[in-house]
């Protein structure tokens, strides 16, 4: 039978980066590849309704073995696709056995090395087998390691009824890495009362909360005629909007000198014309209501600078993105709960920080699907010095197992 191992060096060699700039859902085709496959793969399990919908989402069941009939359906969730930010195709994984803390150097390119100083997360990885890439591309253990540790304990559920538990229920995704991973997501035909993300890093850290988010665009309107006949005439947009720029916090509220649970405001693309120039933003706090405050404080401060310039015009757009999820998951703490139970059972404490980011999990939460995100033993996701533990996707695998236990012992 296979390990977790096997499948996730099975599952990087795919080519499964996401583009933002596609229009087609999934994004790229060759997602739909690895989609095909594990879906093939889970009916050679024994998961006999596994598919691949219109979309490209990969559905299956794993039968209850319960004969409590109130146990609910429990979900896993991971996503298959890679970031665009780094080339992931032809991804040639290295299993470095028995890590002893040496530096690990890449052998595709000698520049990229893994160093127990700048990477102190290593330091919990020695006696561990360790997985890193060549040292062009990144790893993919974000989210393939999710991906493996999720197939993994479905086949050890399957091998093994007489373990008990409800339900389960697991989808893999696309797209994720663009944010789009949850666009097409059926909920309903999903059918569980709650899911858990497999796509976090070190072990035993469950994730509850995430950052609120707005996008919020501020378009300066001004007037341009010949700039040699525009005396009294022209208003430059440009220059406004540069204006407003200057007047943003710059010690605080950004996300250079912010951490924790400190929000930002942080403008990240301007369209400028003399015409018309835009300044797009994003809006970020754990508390949805610290979102109004500053985009009020936005809105105050380009108004000033609008003010300053008579004729010119201020036009407002605050697109929400996502949403904290532990507004949705402290309605049902069980929910967290169980999963620190099935943690500990694994012989892990459990460990939470907020996340500076949104998750697949913190937009399932919000379209009727709670989704804490749970450790799958990532690290430096999205960089050619990627790197995964075997034995922590050992242990994702063993608390997925617990988790359905501790629903079905708990109910
Ligand atoms: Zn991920």
Known sequence: MDTVLDRFLRYVRYDTQSNESSSTFP???TQLVLLRDLAAELRSLGLADASVDQHGYVMATIPATTAKPSVPAIGFVAHVDTSPEMPGANVAPIVHRHYDGRDLVLPDDPSAVLRLAEIPDLAGAIGHDIVTASGTTLLGADDKAGVAEIVTAAAH???????????????FTPDEEIGRGTKHFDVARFGAACAYTLDGGSRGEIEVESFSADAMTLTFHGFNTHPGYAKGRMINAIKIASAFVDRLPANRLCPETTDG??????????HAGVERTSVKLIVRDFVTSGLQEKEAMLEGLAQEVVADWPGARLEIAVEEQYRNMREVLDRQPEIAEHARAAIRRAGLEPRSRPIRGGTDGSRLSFMGLPTPNLFAGEHNFHSRLEWVSVQDMEKAVEVIVNLCQVWEEQT
């Not at 559920?157 to 989808?171: S, Y």
């Open 157 to 171: 559920l399957i091998a093994h009824p007489e373990i008990r538990h409800g339900r389960v229920r697991i989808a």
């Open 261 to 270: 649970y400190d929000g930002f405001v942080h403008p990240y693309i301007v």
């Open 27 to 29: 994004s790229t085709e």
